[in-house]
Nanobody, 114 residues
Framework: QVHLVESGGGLVQPGGSLRLSCKAS????????MGWYRQAPGKQRELVAD??????NYATSVKGRFTISRDNAKNTVDLQMNSLKPEDTAVYYC?????????WGQGTQVTVSS
């Protein structure tokens, strides 16, 4: 099995920054992509950003503000979040796409508020 652990969430004021990190461990035989999803109260989980190989893609709502990065050797993926807005408030989940199935972390809370 694959285990994902997120870190870096917290409370930040609008306009501030946070950096989320995710470490994958376990029986990792293949990684097609790693990424970040988020889920706000009462809403469906949505893709924030992912990276396949060296190619990143972003949700329109975060493009230009967030940056995803990946270290294949360390099996980590980070999300640098700048210019945060209240609507970014959500639980953020790390995801690993093995090609056969997806694995999920437990989530880390990000709250953007004055």
């Amino acid at each position: 099995q694959v285990h994902l652990v997120e870190s870096g969430g917290g409370l930040v004021q609008p306009g501030g920054s946070l950096r989320l990190s995710c470490k994958a461990s376990g029986s990792i035989f293949s990684i097609n992509a790693m990424g970040w999803y988020r889920q706000a109260p009462g809403k469906q989980r949505e893709l924030v950003a992912d990276i396949s190989g060296s190619v990143p893609n972003y949700a329109t709502s975060v493009k230009g503000r967030f940056t995803i990065s990946r270290d294949n050797a360390k099996n980590t993926v980070d999300l640098q979040m700048n210019s945060l807005k209240p609507e970014d408030t959500a639980v953020y989940y790390c995801n690993l796409d093995s090609g056969w199935r997806h694995y999920w972390g437990q989530g880390t809370q990000v709250t953007v508020s004055s």
